[in-house]
């Protein structure tokens, strides 16, 4: 979270076995949560690089609400219990505000300052580590929040030694982010989908020195990851129908403009056929059909 009198608040964490889409959607809904609790009115600006979390929080769900959350092929949304809790709490953060939430995509691994921090945060974690992170206000994922609130609701009923055990060390942390308010408008929240979901955090105090990570990776597993995302987001975009402007298809093949111009209104790439759709108007739409 880069804040407009220039602090910068940054969290992270990993999780074993956790599919990467759901760690995209996870790390928008831990950054807005800190967000929530700094009671800002003014809108923050959210930058993320993944194609999925943009497209699904700004165009998708709106359809998924209306069908049950069903996809147009009739099958069940993928990650709906994150879905649902990015679009909970974006509603309540938009309740405070005087506009949204903006929504912005940005391109990973193109150089992008806050992107790539990001990227080296979420490799340290998922590596096992646990980097020096600039803090401004103490901050508790989700987890460790509803663990806080039960711990102090037992402790109030005259609980078992462990739980009182429980609530001593949690309700510190409880107090402190009701007392602790932000004096600065966040600015921009700056969030990368790869490995940051809610166990185990490290949130030390503001400290530059330790502020020493490598460039992001390119290595051919790196690469592969990206790769796999953007097939599973063409698979989303095939199954439910969805028409794509042609910026967003060149994002989503990773192929310049000047070479989208110059195919034809029908053409294969990978397992999908990629057409044209004819109608009226600029700019141009796509539509993906599944080639099995």
Known sequence: AHLSNGQIHEIGGASRYTAHPRLEIQAAIEILQWFEDSIQSKEPRLYTDS?????????????WKKTNWKTTAGKPVLNQDLWQQLDAITQTINAQLETPVQWRYVKGHAGNEGNERCDAIARQF????HPALMTVTPWTSEQERSLASAAVEEGNQDSEPEHSQAQQKSAPVLATKKETRLSADPVSLVQSGESKETSQRSVPSINSDTD????????????????IERLRIADEIAQNGYWITTPELAQLLDLPLSTLEKKDDRWLWR???ILK??????????????VD
């Open 126 to 129: 998922s590596k096992g580590g």
């Open 277 to 290: 759709v004819h109608q009226g108007g600029s700019p141009s739409l796509w539509h993906l059909e599944r």
């Open 51 to 63: 194609i999925y979390v943009q497209d699904g929080i700004t165009k998708w769900i709106k359809g």
């Open 212 to 227: 020493d990570f490598p460039p992001p990776s390119h290595s051919p597993h790196h690469q592969l990851n990206h790769m």
């Open 271 to 273: 397992n999908w056929s």
